[in-house]
């Protein structure tokens, strides 16, 4: 059964440095999305991604954060200057598309960042 | 704005009760998940609801939708260890998934 897959599956990092998180989504889906848990806390959406252009973010996606598909699978998360309270886990969704039943998104394993 | 409270948000019971986790939202959506999430897993998907008054049921887990009073409800039947986890209802928005605070279950033998 196809998968979204994320690497590295746990990232530790100096506050202020940059970070990419990477994610493959399923081979068919048009619509890429990254959210994030801080420890203990709910997921929070931070952006979607369709036709290589953000089409909604929230107010957590600021001018650190980033996102590209540098190719035909990869899609990727930047964050510029790493702070302390980046530390979350961070998931990577796709659906194929956005009409009722294919908008159903599924979910990466998640990436681990401990900013340090 | 999308909101979703859950409660309770943390439910620890004994093993062959029976307990319902509520879900209300804001606003009105398409539909309606449950999710699942292990102790440092990703997501997994238990449940999709789309219009008032469905039910979905999985063996232990029986989820139902209430559009007019925008309340979801996931009922435990007999629960059992294998169901500790942390349940989180979501709403779809426009392009995005909101979440829940999430319900954490803890069923005793």
């Known amino acids: 059964e196809p998968e979204v897959t994320q690497t590295p599956s746990h990232q530790v990092t100096q506050m202020g440095q940059e970070v990419i998180l990477r994610c493959v989504p399923i081979?068919?889906?048009?619509?890429f999305y990254w959210y994030r848990q801080i420890l203990g806390q709910k997921v929070e959406f931070l952006v979607s991604?369709?036709?290589?252009?953000?089409?909604?973010k929230s107010e957590i996606f600021d001018d650190q954060f980033s996102v590209e598909r540098p190719d035909g699978s990869n899609f990727t998360l930047k964050i510029r200057s790493t702070k302390l309270e980046d530390s979350a886990m961070y998931f990577c969704?796709?659906?194929?598309?956005?009409?009722?039943?294919?908008?159903?998104?599924?979910f990466g394993p998640g990436t681990r960042l401990t900013v340090t | 704005e999308l909101k979703v409270e859950q409660n309770p948000l943390f439910l620890s019971m004994q093993e062959g009760k029976n307990y319902t986790i509520y879900c209300n939202y804001s606003?009105?959506?398409?539909?309606l998940y449950w999710y699942r999430q292990d102790p440092g897993k990703s997501l997994e998907s238990l449940f999709v609801?789309?219009?008032?008054?469905a039910v979905k049921q999985e063996g232990r887990l029986m989820a139902s939708l209430d559009t007019k009073a925008r309340l979801s409800t996931l009922h435990i039947t007999a629960a059992v260890h294998d169901l500790s986890a942390t349940y989180f209802c979501?709403?779809?928005?426009?392009?995005?998934?909101?979440f829940g605070q999430g319900t954490r279950l803890t069923i005793n033998p």
């Open positions: 969704a796709s659906s194929e598309g956005a009409g009722v039943l294919q908008d159903e998104q599924y």
């Open positions: 081979s068919n889906h048009l619509y």
């Open positions: 991604f369709y036709n290589n252009e953000i089409s909604e």
């Open positions: 606003t009105t959506s398409d539909r």
């Open positions: 609801l789309l219009s008032n008054g």
């Open positions: 979501v709403i779809q928005g426009a392009q995005k998934l909101v």
